[in-house]
């Protein structure tokens, strides 16, 4: 079992930067591919970015590739996104996830996910 609390939303102006933080507790951290949902109000949830095991490997959405980074630290037992160049279609609801063990292979479909943050909100003004 893998608890994940996410920090770190808030409202910024378009152009403008957030990094979100999840910290991890519980089972071994470094055993799960992660990754970073959003949903807005009235869509479905939609991935954003995923890290394989040592964070060697990542994978984007094509609307956030080239402004948003994904990272992982193994030691300190958290994931992050750096946000920059914020647009107002960025705001949501963002997720960090832990994959099922199944596969380590970063898959973009919630439903390969087991394990889930509560969510930090995300509000870019225009």
């Known amino acids: 079992q893998v608890q994940l609390v996410e920090s770190g939303g808030g409202l910024v102006q378009a152009g403008g930067s957030l990094r979100l933080s999840c910290v991890a507790s519980?089972?071994?951290?470094?055993?799960?591919?992660m990754g970073w949902f959003r949903q807005a109000p009235g869509k479905e949830r939609e991935f954003v970015a995923g890290?394989?095991?040592?964070?060697?490997?990542?994978y984007y959405a094509d609307s956030v590739k080239g402004r948003f980074t994904i990272s992982r630290d193994n030691i300190k037992n958290t994931l992050s996104l750096e946000m920059n160049s914020l647009k107002p279609e960025d705001t949501a609801v963002y997720y960090c996830?832990?994959?099922?063990?199944?596969?380590?292979?970063?898959?973009?479909?919630?439903?390969?996910?087991?394990?889930w943050g509560q969510g930090t909100q995300v509000t870019v003004s225009s």
């Open positions: 996830a832990a994959q099922n063990l199944a596969t380590v292979v970063i898959t973009i479909t919630p439903d390969m996910y087991d394990y």
């Open positions: 519980g089972r071994f951290f470094r055993e799960y591919v």
């Open positions: 890290i394989n095991l040592s964070g060697g490997s990542t």
